[in-house]
């Protein structure tokens, strides 16, 4: 069964903080992706990596970075952390060689800023 | 880039009830049609989708119809049941080793 985890469900963060979202597989799924999702607009991507030390915009990635260290982890990081960035977060893992084209999500973080 | 529509936003139905969600796409080049659901509080997990060259998919209660022509897919569910209250997101791709590009969710209840 494949596992994405995500470093935490529920997050307060102040204005002007630096956030680090963690997101973690454990099947050696090259492509990772994170989304927000917020009432309304359904899930909207933010970034994507093919590769470790890769990655690509989606779109809505102001406000945003990324890093891929490591296959099984992708972090999402909001440098300077804002109120209209409150949201739910969420991670999304597949292999692009397999049969099936399924993502795989995280159960999400919801990060509220203050 | 895709620009991507369901519809309707919000469906109610009665249990025993079939249940049509449709998604209109854009681009052409678009050759893979999931269909998603969440659960309130739960992460989106794929339920059914098919590929260009398929025009139609079963599995038990759900079917996935595909109209290449007209740019559009829908979602069916036969026979309705309270567990089948969620939200729906289809997710139109023309690369599907890279990003979905999801529609904004369709909420169907089924009241029993």
């Known amino acids: 069964d494949v596992k994405v985890t995500q470093s935490s469900r529920y997050l307060v963060k102040r204005t002007g903080e630096k956030v680090f979202l963690e997101c973690v597989q454990d099947?050696?799924?090259?492509?990772m992706f994170w989304y927000r999702q917020d009432p309304g607009l359904g899930l909207r991507l933010i970034y994507f990596?093919?590769?470790?030390?890769?990655?690509e915009k989606g779109d809505i990635p102001e406000g945003y970075s990324v890093s891929r260290e490591k296959k099984e982890r992708f972090s999402l990081i909001l440098e300077s952390a804002s109120t209209n960035q409150t949201s739910m977060y969420l991670c999304?893992?597949?292999?692009?060689?397999?049969?099936?084209?399924?993502?795989?999500f995280g159960p999400g973080t919801r990060l509220t800023v203050l | 880039g895709e620009n991507v529509e369901q519809h309707p936003s919000t469906l109610s139905v009665q249990e025993g009830d079939s249940a049509v969600i449709k998604c209109t796409y854009s681009?052409?080049?678009?050759?893979?049609f999931p269909w998603y659901k969440q659960e309130l509080g739960k992460r989106p997990q794929l339920i059914i989708d098919?590929?260009?060259?398929?025009g139609e998919k079963k599995d038990q209660r759900i079917a996935v119809t595909l109209n290449k022509t007209a740019k559009h897919f829908s979602l069916h569910i036969t026979e309705t049941q309270p567990e089948d209250s969620a939200v729906y997101f289809c997710?139109?791709?023309?690369?599907?080793?890279?990003?979905?590009?999801f529609g904004k969710g369709t909420s169907l209840l089924v009241t029993p």
């Open positions: 098919i590929r260009s060259n398929v």
């Open positions: 997710a139109p791709s023309s690369n599907s080793g890279y990003a979905l590009n």
């Open positions: 099947m050696d799924h090259e492509n």
């Open positions: 999304a893992s597949m292999s692009p060689g397999s049969s099936y084209n399924e993502q795989f």
């Open positions: 990596s093919y590769d470790v030390k890769m990655k």
């Open positions: 681009d052409s080049a678009s050759n893979y």
